[in-house]
């Protein structure tokens, strides 16, 4: 077969990305995880000595099942996996090493509890978590029971602010608020699945998934504590392919995460989800060196969070294709110590530092989103990193105050501008080229209406084709 120039394959590139956000678009759904692997053999921690008594550690009895568990499947046909068994206890436990075809099978009533003391865990502050699997593959979490961080066991001094927490900073590789261990890591693994847990009180953050690919999180609730920094749900770096779907998270810091360092993030759906934070629900960024490709949100539940849907682009790299859909959002203010100002629709991207370089957000749509806010939706993109081909369709925004937090600012950070004082809007648009509003409401609680200055802010030199289908705004009381 003939090769057509590269010329011509970039125009109908070009044509095909045109044409994509203006096309009726399919409602998107993730292909299903396959079917959960069968039991298989089986081994139990009491069998290698565990005590589950909470007081002792059991990390050499879960470690030696673990081994003798990978050494099973091993000579198994490839793919096969094979189960240690958690009974009914508290398994105290420093950082255990998940291998390949090993599944945790922590079983209703079981608990694997994270030690809370410094030498429970390596010496590389980045291989701090209490359950770790790098380099692996046909590895999973499941049973029914909970991991659990102690995550109170960090915190300095309570404040219903945000709590004041410990701090392993010891030789500077991590920093200040930043120096916990996180509760489970994927990190290079092949083939993950974590389903039918509860990960609970993360010391900081919950589910690390690190430069995976085939990844499921399914039926997981994640509770963490609201007033803890930090405690983000699941964060996804430089992953493809992952689909978290059916999962609860109840937490103090960013629900789902997904963040670039060292290459790209493709392919991540996230469905059927209930999402309460003090941060942003879901959030892409602000690590974004590489970029972030492919991504869904359908059927997501968002209640009483710091913020909605971001998008928070500060290291150059670019995001595209992105679909929010079917979404129901509830957004107010919290202390301003946190990230967020209430805003249900984020979308930022400028330099962090002047250095920085400015990545583009490009053929981003929301598709039947109902909102209740206490701030406008924000979209500002950058001179050198435009949003283009924003949808906005079928979108119910009601705003309301309802907290005596103060509003009136414009929030960049990190980085950028940082805080800027900034008159109250229904959207904000900055550095826009191409925004198609259609079937868009905004109704405006008639008591405190005053706060508000204008349904739309925008200016026409910065931002270039904004078109209207069926826009209406009214007062209600
Ligand atoms: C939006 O909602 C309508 C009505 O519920 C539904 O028919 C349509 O499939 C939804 N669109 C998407 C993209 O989910
Ligand atoms: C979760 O695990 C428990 C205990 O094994 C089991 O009874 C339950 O059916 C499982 N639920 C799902 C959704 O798999
Ligand atoms: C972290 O530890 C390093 C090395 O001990 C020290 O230089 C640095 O000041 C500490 N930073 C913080 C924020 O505690
Ligand atoms: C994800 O896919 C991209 C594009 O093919 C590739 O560059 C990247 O290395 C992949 N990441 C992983 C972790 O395999
Ligand atoms: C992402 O999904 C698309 C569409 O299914 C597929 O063509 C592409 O190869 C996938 N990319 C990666 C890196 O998985
Ligand atoms: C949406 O997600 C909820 C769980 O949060 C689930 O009960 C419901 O069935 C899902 N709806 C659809 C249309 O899939
Ligand atoms: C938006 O509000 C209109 C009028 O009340 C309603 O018909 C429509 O279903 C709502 N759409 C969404 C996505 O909530």
């Known amino acids: 077969m003939a090769v057509p120039p590269p010329s011509l394959l970039r125009s109908a590139l070009r044509l095909v990305v045109y044409l994509l956000p203006f096309a009726q678009w399919p409602r998107t759904r993730p292909p299903p995880p396959p079917p959960v692997p069968g ?13 589950g008594d ?6 050499a009895a879960i470690q030696d099942a673990i081994d003798a568990c990978h050494a099973h499947a091993a000579k198994a046909a490839a793919g096969c996996t094979c189960r240690v068994a958690f009974p009914p206890g508290k398994y105290l436990t420093a950082t255990v090493r998940l291998k390949s075809g090993v599944v945790l099978d922590i079983q209703s009533g079981a608990t694997v509890l994270g030690g809370t003391e410094i030498g429970d865990y390596p010496r590389e502050a980045d291989r701090w978590y209490v359950i770790l699997a790098e380099g692996v593959r046909d590895v999973g979490i499941t049973g029914g029971g909970v991991v659990d961080g102690q995550g109170l066991e960090f915190v300095r001094r309570f404040d219903e602010r945000k709590n004041v927490m410990v701090s ?13 261990p996180r509760l489970v890591g994927f990190v290079g693994c092949t083939n993950v699945r974590v389903w039918n847990v509860s990960l609970n009180q993360p010391a900081y953050w919950c589910l690390h998934i ?18 803890t920094p930090n405690n983000d749900g699941i964060d996804i770096d430089d992953s493809n392919h992952t689909v978290i779907t059916r999962c609860k998270i109840d937490t103090g810091d960013d629900a789902i995460c997904p963040k670039t360092y060292t290459g790209p993030l493709y392919n991540l759906t996230a469905t059927d989800c209930w999402i309460r934070t003090k941060s942003s629900a879901i959030k892409l960024g602000s690590a974004s060196w590489f970029d972030f490709r492919g991504l869904v949100f359908d059927n997501i539940t968002i209640v009483e969070s710091h913020r909605g849907l971001g998008v928070q682009i500060r290291d150059g790299g670019n995001v595209n294709d992105i679909t929010f859909s079917n979404i129901k959002i509830s957004t ?5 110590s946190w990230w967020g100002r209430a805003e ?17 957000v490009s053929n981003i ?22 949003l283009r081909n924003l949808r906005f369709s079928n979108v119910n925004v009601t705003y309301k105050r309802w907290t005596s937090y103060e509003g009136g600012l414009a929030d960049y950070r990190p980085g950028c501008q940082g805080l800027v004082k900034h008159s109250m809007a229904g959207i904000i648009m900055e550095h826009i080229k191409g925004l198609e509003i259609e079937n868009v409401n905004m109704r405006w609680a008639d008591e405190k209406s005053w706060q508000w200055d204008n349904p739309l802010d925008f200016r026409p030199s910065t931002v270039n084709g904004i078109s209207f289908r069926d826009f209406r705004s009214d007062l209600y009381s």
């Open 54 to 59: 909470g007081c002792r550690y059991d990390t």
């Open 344 to 360: 249900p629709i984020y979308i930022t991207t400028c330099p962090r530092h002047s250095w920085s370089k400015e990545g583009a």
């Open 332 to 336: 107010r203010y919290y202390h301003p």
């Open 365 to 386: 749509r929301f598709i039947n989103i109902t909102a209740v806010s206490e701030n406008g939706v924000f979209l500002s993109g950058s001179e050198g990193g435009l």
């Open 168 to 180: 392993w900073n010891k030789t500077g590789a991590c920093l200040g608020d930043e120096c916990r």
């Open 210 to 227: 690190v430069r995976c690919v085939n990844t499921f999180i399914h039926d997981v609730s994640i509770y963490g504590d609201f007033n």
């Open 39 to 51: 039991p298989g053999a089986s081994f139990s921690v009491r069998d290698f000595g565990a005590a």
